[in-house]
């Protein structure tokens, strides 16, 4: 019987708010282990990783990288097991993680540098590969240490604060003995964030109903001001924040999920960039390689050690795939967002 991978692909472009119709599940048969090539690893994946930046590549439009092709298997990254190899160096039961897209399983060309990497789960969950030991993890790490730099007692604020990146801004801002204050969608998210992450004060923006109530609550948050901001959504929350923000600070824009369906997200008061000499620096952190060897030390360190939380949603079954992605855009997951395959 031939072994069947399931796959989802994008069928077609977004109008406006993405919909489960944008997608079509299809199955594919496995290639055979002899039917591969030189240097070809075949994966199976246990766990798909759902980002916001795959909104962005739904949409045919100038961007920092291609467009999602229509037609083809989404992009995302994984973690699995090698089941077959024609390469030195992976072994079958090895556990590897890489960009294997919304499908089952994936045939790797190994020999492209940074394709496939094998991970130790020994210490660390296989699922915190695609998470804070992750891109997620090391997007934190790039934003926070590289642009933001903070010191000992400066106050650094989050939004998206529950989230795969914002979760571990906060905690390794606080391991770096800065005040921490978060913004995150929801009375149980912001006591997460401060009682289980150890953020020292969370605003929970859906109980500010304007710009000027929220405003309120953050200057409460923020008496000494702000020295760093880690922005994943913009909009009211980031209008707010420049307000606040010290002279010289810094910010480091990773997301504008505010943004992703078209909506416009202008700058209230854009002169306080000038005013406050901030540096505003937007980043990708796929552009940054020399960074991970780094990130990965620490993150990986902190989460073998009980040093870092963190949280997971879980979807079960890549059919789950297109509904999970709608509500991370919404907010609705709790942590990363993932899809369990095995």
Same mark, same amino acid.
């Given at each position: 019987?031939?072994?069947?991978?399931?796959?989802?692909?994008?069928?077609?472009?977004?109008?406006?708010?993405?919909? !489960? &119709?944008?997608?079509?599940?299809?199955?594919?048969? *496995?290639?055979?282990?002899? /039917?591969? @090539?030189? $240097?070809?690893?075949? %994966?199976?994946?246990?766990?798909?990783?759902?980002?916001?930046?795959?909104?962005?590549?739904?949409?045919?439009?100038?961007?920092?990288?291609?467009?999602?092709?229509?037609?083809?298997?989404?992009?995302?990254?994984?973690?699995?097991?090698?089941?077959?190899?024609?390469?030195?160096?992976?072994?079958?039961?090895?556990?590897?993680?890489?960009?294997?897209?919304?499908?089952?399983?994936?045939?790797?060309?190994?020999?492209?540098?940074?394709?496939?990497?094998?991970?130790?789960?020994?210490?660390?969950?296989?699922?915190?590969?695609?998470?804070?030991?992750?891109?997620?993890?090391?997007?934190?790490?790039?934003?926070?240490?590289?642009?933001?730099?903070?010191?000992?007692?400066?106050?650094?604020? !989050? &939004?998206?604060?529950?989230?795969?990146?914002?979760? *571990?801004?906060?905690?390794? /801002?606080? @391991?770096? $003995?800065?005040?921490? %204050?978060?913004?995150?969608?929801?009375?149980?998210?912001?006591?997460?964030?401060?009682?289980?992450?150890?953020?020292?004060?969370?605003?929970?923006?859906?109980?500010?109903?304007?710009?000027?109530?929220?405003?309120?609550?953050?200057?409460?948050?923020?008496?000494?001001?702000?020295?760093?901001?880690?922005?994943?959504?913009?909009?009211?929350?980031?209008?707010?924040?420049?307000?606040?923000?010290?002279?010289?600070?810094?910010?480091?824009?990773?997301?504008?999920?505010?943004?992703?369906?078209?909506?416009?997200?202008?700058?209230?008061?854009?002169?306080?960039?000038?005013?406050?000499?901030?540096?505003?620096?937007?980043?990708?952190?796929?552009?940054?390689?020399?960074?991970?060897?780094?990130?990965?030390?620490?993150?990986?360190?902190?989460?073998?050690?009980?040093?870092?939380?963190?949280?997971?949603?879980?979807?079960?079954?890549?059919?789950?795939?297109?509904?999970?992605?709608?509500?991370?855009?919404?907010?609705?997951?709790?942590?990363?967002?993932?899809?369990?395959?095995?």
């Amino acid at each position: 019987m031939t072994l069947m991978n399931q796959q989802i692909l994008l069928d077609n472009r977004p109008q406006g708010e993405a919909s !489960v &119709s944008n997608f079509k599940l299809v199955s594919t048969p *496995v290639p055979a282990a002899d /039917a591969l @090539a030189d $240097g070809q690893v075949l %994966v199976r994946h246990h766990y798909l990783s759902l980002d916001p930046y795959m909104r962005g590549r739904m949409n045919d439009s100038k961007s920092y990288a291609e467009p999602q092709p229509l037609g083809q298997v989404m992009i995302g990254g994984t973690v699995g097991e090698v089941v077959a190899s024609k390469h030195a160096r992976f072994a079958v039961g090895d556990h590897v993680v890489g960009l294997g897209g919304w499908q089952e399983y994936s045939v790797v060309d190994a020999t492209q540098r940074g394709a496939l990497s094998k991970v130790d789960t020994s210490r660390v969950p296989m699922s915190a590969y695609l998470g804070s030991v992750g891109m997620p993890g090391v997007t934190a790490f790039y934003g926070l240490i590289k642009i933001i730099q903070p010191k000992a007692g400066e106050t650094v604020v !989050v &939004s998206a604060a529950s989230g795969a990146v914002g979760s *571990v801004v906060g905690q390794l /801002a606080k @391991a770096r $003995g800065c005040r921490v %204050v978060g913004v995150a969608g929801g009375a149980d998210k912001c006591a997460y964030v401060v009682n289980e992450l150890g953020f020292d004060a969370c605003i929970d923006y859906k109980a500010h109903a304007d710009a000027r109530s929220f405003y309120k609550a953050l200057k409460e948050a923020t008496p000494n001001g702000i020295d760093g901001y880690f922005e994943n959504v913009g909009g009211m929350i980031l209008d707010s924040v420049l307000l606040r923000m010290n002279a010289f600070g810094r910010v480091a824009i990773c997301g504008m999920i505010a943004g992703y369906n078209g909506e416009p997200t202008p700058l209230q008061n854009p002169a306080l960039i000038l005013v406050n000499r901030l540096k505003v620096e937007g980043f990708i952190v796929s552009e940054h390689p020399e960074v991970w060897p780094e990130a990965m030390q620490e993150l990986g360190g902190m989460v073998a050690t009980g040093r870092m939380k963190f949280r997971e949603s879980v979807a079960q079954g890549i059919a789950s795939a297109p509904e999970a992605f709608l509500g991370l855009l919404k907010g609705r997951n709790f942590g990363k967002q993932l899809v369990k395959l095995v």
